[in-house]
């Protein structure tokens, strides 16, 4: 029920910030959802037994939000500012581990939703697509996996996750991403619609798997508690943080 509940807040919120609000709130949104994620990151990173990123990892996310959509060999220089900034730390033997969990924690929640809005850009509802295709997988997923699910996915990622499951996450967003285009892009033929769906699905899935595998290493179930039955916001935009960055350059060769 919790589970529940808490959609019924989430969708509309987004709906609203996805297709209603001015550019610079849906932005400053996917500014906090993306800092509120990567605090739950720096508490898994912790966990493995490497010092979390500090302030720094927040300031340099805003920035790779911020920073013009050319400029994109500023990211480099982040990943080098990184290192340079961890390596008075001691013992050496954490400078590289550090460096590494800050950039990539950069990339992984900040870069991705950096994607998200050049996707937001690009056309509002491809990025509620994205949205839609990972809730209606998830929801399949959660559901007949419960119902159906005897062969495991992943046992040592995810020991909930099944191989129905998986397939019906797959069908149900081929089904969805076939609907949604009718009504939003009708003329667009049905080839693109089905690899569309198709890379958002199965990246969305990889996403989940591999913010499991990061939970499993830290010894925990979700990355947090923010939200009732969805576990934090790490756990509820998992998907999202590789489908965005997949659909985004998707799409930009589908509307050429």
Known sequence: MKRVLTALVLVPVTLV????????????????VACLSYREY???????GIRAPGPLGYGAGIMLLAVPAEAWAAVTLLALIAL????RDRPLA??????????????????????????????????????????????????IGRALGRRKLAPELSPAKTWEGAVASALFALAA??????????????????????????TGQMGDLAESAVKRGAG????????????GWLDRTDGLLFSMPAVYLLAQRLLR
């Open 220 to 231: 925990v179930k979700d990355s947090g508690t923010a939200l009732p039955g969805h576990g």
């Open 84 to 87: 340079t900034l961890v390596m």
């Open 177 to 202: 991403g076939w609907a949604y285009a009718r009504m939003v892009w009708p003329g667009m033929a049905l080839p693109p619609v089905l690899l569309a769906s198709a890379v958002c699905n199965v």
């Open 94 to 143: 954490g400078v590289l581990p550090r460096a590494a969990a800050l950039t990539f924690g950069l990339l992984w929640i900040f870069g991705a939703w950096r994607c998200g809005i050049e996707l937001h850009r690009l056309d509002p509802y491809w990025l509620l697509f994205v949205f839609v295709l990972n809730w209606v997988g998830d929801t399949a997923a959660y559901y």
């Open 42 to 48: 720096a508490g898994l990173v912790s966990r493995h």
């Open 17 to 32: 910030l996805l297709l209603r609000a001015p550019a610079v709130v849906f932005v400053a949104a996917a500014a906090v």
